[in-house]
């Protein structure tokens, strides 16, 4: 048995550390990196609930002139609303309330304009405020402090 995340041999019984959503198998070192679970899930006391896991946090965002951008897009190829909602497997109104800033695209949606209209609606955040995805407040080991440790 070795240890998930330092591989070095497990001398006794390995440790379960919880680390973000993923149990590991650890040495008793690298448990410190984690919670370690004593008990299985279902009968685990609720712990105060975390909010989003940080992985969800989008890496995406729509521009911020998307309305314009469509509009321009689907004026040039020529189609109506209607026109380019059908394309999408949308209704007109999506169409009318995204041309008008009222209604943002999901990513899923933005693609798919992207894809019928030869436009970028998306840019990545890292491209513009990376600074910003830098962890301000340690909120204990993730998965890349791991792999960090890993590779010292
Ligand atoms: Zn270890």
Redesign the pocket.
């Known amino acids: 048995m070795r ?1 998930e ?2 591989g ?1 041999k497990i001398m006794g019984k390995p440790m379960k550390t919880k680390i973000e959503s993923s149990t590991m198998l ?2 008793n ?2 448990s410190k990196f984690g919670k370690i679970q004593r008990e299985p899930p279902k009968s685990r006391k609720r712990s105060p609930a975390r909010k989003k896991p940080r992985f969800e946090e989008p890496s995406q965002e729509i521009l911020e002139d998307y309305s314009q951008v469509i509009r321009q897009a689907r004026e040039k190829n020529g189609w109506s609303r209607e026109d380019l909602a059908e394309r999408i497997y949308e209704k007109a109104s999506v169409i009318t309330r995204l041309e008008s800033g009222k209604m943002m695209p999901d990513i899923k949606l933005a693609r798919k304009l992207e894809r019928i209209l030869n436009i970028k609606l998306i840019e990545k955040i890292e491209d513009i405020k990376s600074e910003d995805l830098e962890p301000s407040v340690q909120r204990g080991a993730t998965i890349g402090d791991i792999a960090r440790i890993k590779r010292n």
Do not use: L, P, Q
Request: hydrophobic share 10%; proline share 0%; net charge neutral.
């Open positions: 240890c995340i330092c070095k650890t040495c070192e690298c």
